[in-house]
């Protein structure tokens, strides 16, 4: 995992997708103390919570999967897709419901978008994240074995498309087709909402194609990423995000002047990755 990390950061440098805003010294910094607060919540909190809810599953066949006639790699295999599919919908919620989107805020207001970017999520969003997981485990019927898989894939999933990896559009398309990918997620943290309210998904790219929110059209160089009320450098220094959620929220979508960031790209096209 750190290895993937550490090939992501070289890869970022030598093939760079987007110019930085920031220094990119002082971000990293910046992202690692919130992964260091978040990886505290899911050593103490995540761990010791989740787990049992999967240990229980496999032993009292609790959930969809442990109560159908499956082959058990076919079943391996499902838990890992059902949870990639509980997840896009974990994500529509962080944005569409205040008291999460206040949370997950944190992670969009980064005024750049790579590898960093991945580990910088505010511990309260983790936290509140964990009665959801054990909801999807219980729910869905994942067994300590397919937890510890599907961990790693998304891990690595998002490493991946958070980074600044400029990939040959022609690849990048292909993979695409599949997975989410630097281009399409850097579309999701662009300041226009439009853009924001697309790309919800965190690992295969079908569920955005199925419900209707992907949005690939709007080539990297047009994006401007980051959350339009949070545009100045100095409103996302260290302490001002870890308390962001506690304290007065600005009206996100619009810039510090009032009005709200938009983009005009014909519906036609809007499953075409751009470059
Ligand atoms: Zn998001």
Redesign the pocket.
């Known amino acids: 995992m750190g290895a993937a990390f550490v090939a992501l950061i070289l890869l970022e440098r030598r093939r760079p997708l987007r110019a930085d805003v920031e220094s990119k010294l002082v971000r990293t910094i910046r992202n690692s103390a919130i992964a260091v607060l978040s990886a505290l919540v899911v050593a103490r909190l995540d761990r010791p919570l989740i787990m049992p809810v999967a240990r229980a599953v496999e032993r009292r066949r609790w959930g969809l999967l442990l109560n159908v006639p499956l082959p058990a790699a076919w079943r391996g295999a499902l838990a890992i897709v059902l949870l990639d599919y509980t997840m896009y919908h974990w994500?529509v919620l962080?944005?569409r419901i205040p008291g999460l989107w206040r949370f997950?805020l944190v992670?969009?207001v980064d005024l750049d978008l790579d590898a960093s970017t991945a580990l910088r999520f505010h511990f309260g969003e983790l936290a509140l994240s964990i009665p959801w997981r054990m909801a999807q485990i219980a729910a869905i019927g994942v067994t300590p074995a397919a937890l510890t898989r599907w961990q790693a894939l998304f891990f690595l999933s998002i490493l991946f498309h958070h980074s600044n990896i400029r990939l040959p559009i022609e690849v990048e398309r292909v993979l695409n087709r599949f997975v989410v990918t630097p281009r399409m997620h850097g579309i999701?943290h662009s300041i226009v909402p439009d853009e924001t309210n697309a790309n919800w998904s965190s690992g295969l790219t079908l569920w955005d194609l199925l419900h209707g929110t992907a949005r690939l059209n709007v080539p990297q160089e047009e994006i401007v990423i980051g959350v339009a009320a949070y545009r100045d450098p100095t409103d996302v220094t260290l302490g001002k995000i870890i308390a962001q959620p506690f304290g007065p929220q600005r009206p996100w979508a619009r810039l510090p002047a009032g009005e709200e960031p938009q983009r005009h790209l014909p519906v036609a096209t809007a499953t075409r990755l751009a470059s």
Do not use: G, I, P
Request: glycine share 0%.
């Open positions: 994500h962080l944005h997950h992670h969009h999701h």
